[in-house]
């Protein structure tokens, strides 16, 4: 028989920071006898708005539900079309598609993994309803020419902004955070691989506060008379249905987590942003590799950190090698309209995707986490200058 195995440590991809004042947090909801929507949810949407200088934010079950009320009150409706990325995690289109409309896919920019404004006005046609626009793994769009060509052609600006709690953006010489309201609803994640985690979930932030009703009338089924109002009531209150509704409400349990994950973020950015510094510091010093840019214009909380590679390295073939190095990785960003989920919807691409595809390709992403050691840094940097020698560009 051969030697035993050794359990080999790896280097994960993200790893959240969660600690005992979160179990406390979730302790003392559970206690409350109140672990459904309830004065949690209300504390985080209070805390949430005032953090990111939102007068509203909604809690839901997930930002691809957010995603969904926000495009169900701006009017995107069955037949409509809304213009998009194909560069981001599918459910970006599908939340459209939940509606009945067509997701329209323009390509991004090439350096900063984001949709490139010069390409939405030639996508709008007359059954364009909306822009929806990602700020990926972190990164702010440019929000300054992306609202200025909604608001010329009277289009709705939607913000899927899933990994970009605690981004900036430089607004008319201030520096503003990503859910300030630039559009006109912002979208935020609190899955695992988020700076913020409450297990899963999501956030609205708006300016519209008729907006920011329906999004709690439908969050609850389309229920008359939410579960707080009712539990306070000295009188007896029958509740209607007054619109058809959804089941995308969050617990008390999970917003006392991000309660407490809020108070971290502070902390979180710092760390995350440093480290990202570094990172660009060393990865300089391999040859092809090419390190993410941060435009002048805005300061990106590093959700992940995603790096191209050389172009005679194989992408399999490098990310294996890093595996067996103990590093985990992902490819790049995925492209929605190459899934069999959008094959039968060839309309949704008009235009070539050429630089959506080559992110897709010729990028992945390194580990980043807020606990992450400069030594394991190292670790992974050096596992990237070995990958790049040994690596061809086709190992199959």
Same mark, same amino acid.
């Given at each position: 028989?051969?030697?035993?195995?050794?359990?080999?440590?790896?280097?994960?991809?993200?790893?959240?920071?969660? #600690?005992?004042?979160?179990?406390?947090?979730?302790? *003392?909801?559970? @206690?409350? #006898?109140?672990?459904?929507?309830?004065?949690?949810?209300?504390?985080?949407?209070?805390?949430?708005?005032?953090?990111?200088?939102?007068? %509203?934010?909604?809690?839901?079950?997930?930002?691809?539900? +957010?995603?969904?009320?926000?495009?169900?009150?701006?009017?995107?409706?069955?037949?409509?079309?809304?213009?998009?990325?194909?560069?981001?995690?599918?459910?970006?289109?599908?939340?459209?598609?939940?509606?009945?409309?067509?997701?329209?896919?323009?390509?991004?920019?090439?350096?900063?993994?984001?949709? =490139?404004?010069?390409?939405?006005?030639?996508?709008?046609?007359?059954?364009?309803?909306?822009? @929806?626009?990602?700020?990926?793994? #972190?990164?702010? !769009?440019?929000? *300054?020419?992306?609202?200025?060509?909604?608001?010329?052609?009277?289009?709705?600006?939607?913000?899927?902004?899933?990994?970009?709690?605690?981004?900036?953006?430089?607004?008319?010489?201030?520096?503003? *955070?990503?859910?300030?309201?630039?559009?006109?609803?912002?979208?935020?994640?609190?899955?695992?691989?988020?700076?913020?985690?409450?297990? =899963?979930?999501?956030?609205?932030?708006?300016?519209?506060?008729?907006?920011?009703?329906?999004?709690? @009338?439908?969050?609850?089924?389309?229920?008359?008379?939410?579960?707080?109002?009712? %539990?306070?009531? $000295?009188?007896?209150?029958?509740?209607?249905?007054?619109?058809? #509704?959804?089941?995308?409400?969050? $617990?008390?349990?999970?917003?006392?987590?991000?309660?407490?994950?809020?108070?971290?973020?502070?902390?979180?950015?710092?760390?995350?942003?440093?480290?990202?510094?570094?990172?660009?510091?060393?990865?300089?010093?391999?040859?092809?590799?090419?390190?993410?840019?941060?435009?002048?214009?805005?300061?990106?909380?590093?959700? $992940?950190? !995603?790096?191209? @590679?050389?172009?005679?390295?194989?992408?399999?073939?490098?990310?294996?090698?890093?595996?067996?190095?103990?590093?985990?990785?992902?490819?790049?960003?995925?492209?929605?309209? *190459?899934?069999? +989920?959008?094959?039968?919807?060839?309309?949704?691409?008009?235009?070539?995707?050429?630089?959506?595809?080559?992110?897709?390709?010729?990028?992945?992403?390194?580990?980043?986490?807020?606990?992450?050691?400069?030594?394991?840094?190292?670790?992974?940097?050096?596992?990237?200058?070995?990958?790049?020698?040994?690596?061809?560009?086709? +190992? %199959?």
């Amino acid at each position: 028989m051969g030697a035993p195995l050794v359990d080999r440590k790896t280097i994960p991809v993200a790893k959240p920071w969660l #600690g005992e004042e979160e179990a406390a947090a979730a302790r *003392r909801a559970i @206690l409350s #006898g109140w672990v459904t929507q309830g004065p949690e949810v209300a504390a985080f949407e209070r805390e949430f708005a005032q953090y990111v200088g939102a007068p %509203h934010a909604c809690a839901v079950s997930s930002c691809t539900t +957010a995603l969904h009320l926000a495009l169900r009150a701006v009017g995107v409706r069955e037949s409509d079309e809304v213009i998009t990325v194909s560069n981001s995690f599918i459910a970006s289109a599908n939340a459209i598609r939940y509606t009945g409309a067509l997701p329209v896919f323009v390509d991004v920019e090439p350096y900063y993994c984001n949709i =490139d404004p010069g390409k939405i006005e030639q996508a709008i046609t007359p059954k364009t309803r909306a822009i @929806l626009c990602v700020h990926q793994v #972190g990164m702010p !769009c440019d929000l *300054r020419n992306i609202v200025e060509i909604a608001r010329k052609n009277g289009l709705p600006l939607i913000e899927d902004a899933a990994c970009a709690i605690g981004s900036e953006i430089l607004w008319r010489d201030r520096w503003e *955070r990503i859910g300030k309201p630039h559009g006109d609803v912002a979208c935020f994640s609190f899955h695992p691989r988020k700076l913020v985690t409450t297990g =899963d979930g999501g956030m609205l932030t708006t300016a519209n506060g008729d907006w920011d009703q329906k999004f709690r @009338l439908w969050r609850q089924h389309g229920m008359s008379v939410p579960d707080a109002v009712r %539990h306070k009531a $000295t009188q007896v209150e029958f509740e209607d249905f007054v619109e058809f #509704g959804y089941n995308y409400r969050m $617990t008390d349990i999970q917003a006392a987590v991000g309660r407490e994950q809020l108070k971290r973020l502070p902390a979180m950015l710092e760390r995350r942003r440093m480290l990202a510094a570094r990172y660009c510091e060393l990865l300089s010093e391999i040859p092809g590799i090419g390190p993410p840019k941060q435009p002048s214009w805005a300061r990106s909380n590093w959700q $992940t950190y !995603c790096v191209r @590679l050389p172009q005679h390295c194989d992408q399999r073939s490098f990310m294996q090698k890093l595996l067996d190095d103990g590093i985990s990785t992902r490819r790049g960003v995925m492209c929605a309209h *190459r899934e069999p +989920a959008y094959a039968g919807l060839p309309q949704c691409v008009r235009a070539p995707l050429v630089e959506s595809e080559t992110i897709q390709d010729r990028a992945i992403v390194l580990p980043l986490y807020h606990q992450m050691t400069e030594s394991e840094q190292d670790q992974v940097v050096a596992a990237v200058a070995n990958a790049c020698a040994l690596v061809p560009a086709s +190992a %199959h």
